[in-house]
C-alpha cells in the first residue's frame, strides 16, 4: 500500500455553497448507495485546483486519496457540508492523513468517519459504527467546533438531468 499522500495544487482554500464560503477542512457528507440512507459517506473539502475542480480527501475502499467532487458523489445528488468558519491549516491536516494513511479501510475500525474525524479533530472515532445515531448538524458541530447549521444541496453536474 503507497503510504504518501499528495495534495493536488490548490489555488483556493475555499468554496461556496449556497452563498456560504467552506473553507478547507470543511466536512461533507453523502448518502452510501443502496443503504436506505442510514449510511452516509464523509469527506474532507481541499479546495480548488486552476481549472476550478473541487478536490475532496476521502478514505474508502481504494484507500486514502483525493478526488473530484463529481467522483465523491457517485452519481448521488444530496449531500450535507458542516462550514468551519476559517481554513484549517494545511500542515495540520496533511499530518493527520499522512498518520491515518497507511491503515487499510474497515468498516468497523477504519471508515471514512473515523478517517475525516481523526483528520479534523485528532480524535479516530465514528458515531455509525457505535450504533445508530440521526445524523444531524448539531450532533456533529457540537463535536467539531463547526457552525450547527449545515446545508443540504441538490448537486446536479452538467449532462445529468435533474
Known amino acids: ?6 495534495f493536488p495544487e490548490i489555488t483556493t482554500c475555499f468554496t461556496f455553497f449556497k452563498r456560504k464560503r467552506a473553507f478547507r477542512g ?22 480548488h485546483d486552476k481549472f476550478g475542480t473541487l478536490w475532496i480527501i476521502e478514505n474508502s475502499n481504494d484507500g486514502v486519496r483525493c478526488v473530484s467532487m463529481h467522483d465523491f458523489m457517485q452519481g448521488m445528488k444530496l449531500y450535507r457540508i458542516f462550514h468551519r ?11 493527520r492523513v499522512q498518520e491515518r494513511i497507511a491503515i487499510p479501510f474497515e468498516t468497523r475500525t477504519n471508515n471514512c468517519e473515523i478517517f475525516v474525524n481523526y483528520c479534523l479533530e485528532g480524535k479516530a472515532e465514528s458515531v455509525q459504527t457505535k450504533g445508530y445515531h440521526p445524523l444531524t448538524p448539531t450532533n456533529l458541530a457540537s463535536r467539531q467546533g463547526q457552525n450547527p447549521s449545515a ?12
Open 1 to 6: 500500500m503507497d503510504t504518501t499522500f499528495a
Open 85 to 95: 468558519s476559517f481554513p484549517m491549516d494545511k500542515d495540520i491536516l496533511l499530518t
Open 151 to 162: 446545508d443540504i444541496v441538490e448537486l446536479v453536474f452538467p449532462g445529468q438531468s435533474g
Open 26 to 47: 470543511s466536512r461533507i457528507i453523502r448518502f452510501v448507495k443502496n443503504s436506505c440512507g442510514i449510511f452516509h459517506h464523509h469527506g474532507i473539502i481541499l479546495g
